[in-house]
């Protein structure tokens, strides 16, 4: 049997389990279109399209491969995308996409954690330290929002966003219209 048959076949026994143990989860992502690519290093959704590195199903047992679909199909129930936009307004740069995807990770897997799922150990909770991020101190069970403001005021103490009207590349975060000043209270 081919790799991608064994892989398809593979994620639907995954999604029939979440059909019957999580059926809100399931028709967020039934709604989604799928494509295997490895272009991805795991799953993601982008634009209602459930990207699926094919290897990594084939890789993965079955809980974990469950939980990650779980957590992405979270991201579309609690509108990220679309709540990152409104966000999105009074920053630019790759900075600004990249707090809030560890805000919405923040928020989708505490909701995860509280309705009793074992998480996989790299799953971002708050209690952690994270690459550049400190969520050591962030506070259980907040919205996205409300991490990414605590992950920006994170951002402007050490450094890391450009002052308004300053130039900035691709990998800064540049405030609009907002005197940074305000954002480290």
């Known amino acids: 049997m081919s790799a991608m048959i064994e892989a398809s076949l593979k994620l639907h026994k ?3 389990t979440i059909k019957v ?3 809100r989860f399931y028709r967020a992502l039934n709604k989604c279109a799928v494509q295997f690519t490895e272009e991805v290093p795991r799953v993601t959704i982008d634009n209602q399209v459930l990207k699926l590195n094919p290897q990594w199903i084939l890789d993965t047992g079955m ?5 990650a679909l779980l957590h992405d199909a979270l991201h579309l129930l609690l509108c990220h995308p679309q709540r ?7 920053i630019r740069g790759a900075k600004a996409g990249e707090l809030f995807n560890v805000a919405a990770d923040l928020e989708a897997n505490c909701q995860l954690d509280d309705q009793g799922l074992v998480l996989p150990p790299h799953f971002l909770l708050p209690g952690i330290q994270y690459e550049d991020y400190d969520l050591r101190a962030m506070p259980w069970g907040r919205t996205a929002e ?3 403001g ?3 005021r994170q951002a402007v103490e050490n450094g890391g966003l450009a002052p308004p009207g300053s130039p900035s590349d691709e990998s800064d975060c540049c405030l609009e219209g907002v005197d940074s000043t305000e954002n480290k209270a």
């Open 14 to 16: 995954v999604l029939e």
């Open 21 to 23: 143990d999580f059926p």
């Open 63 to 67: 809980h974990e491969m469950r939980d």
């Open 84 to 90: 990152y936009q409104k966000v999105a307004r009074w």
């Open 146 to 148: 409300e991490y990414f």
């Open 150 to 152: 605590l992950l920006l």
